[in-house]
């Protein structure tokens, strides 16, 4: 399938020997829903430098060392929780935290204790229809488990 693009922005780079260039897609189909921004640089020195980016609602030149950088850190992070869990499950921690969970006396008692320690972010009907017993809680956390319950309440 081809894709329809409509130019939305078009100026020059920061070095001034090329342009910025931002366009709307949409598929070349009557029965898509989708649409995106596709940003470039068409600059041979500057496309080396920099990328255009969408954050929120703008598009921001980000340099290509921070890109990078974030990625270094963001992989980094995977594995410190990796090694987090690891460690906890080690010492008992989520088998404990598991009991603790079943120990308490109702449905509401969990979700107090889990709303106050910002563990949970949705009304306590939602938490009490989506509840699957506090194992399968724990274990979408600790990646043992498929997540249990939508987003919503996670």
Known sequence: MRTDRSPIFSGSCEC?????????CTPDH???????YEASVRCPTCSKKYELRCFGKGFYRVLITEIAAKEVK????????????????EKGVVQAFIGLL??????????????NAGLVHCSLAT???NWSGAQ???????GDLQPSCPNSCV
């Open 16 to 24: 001034g020997a090329g342009a910025e260039e931002i366009e709307f």
């Open 30 to 36: 009557g029965w898509s829903s989708s649409s995106w």
């Open 74 to 89: 963001k992989k980094q992070a995977y594995e410190d929780e990796k090694t987090l869990k690891n460690k906890a499950k």
């Open 102 to 115: 079943n120990d308490q006396p109702s449905g509401a008692a969990r979700y107090r204790m889990l709303s």
């Open 127 to 129: 938490f009490r229809k």
């Open 136 to 142: 399968s809680w724990v274990g979408q956390y600790s």
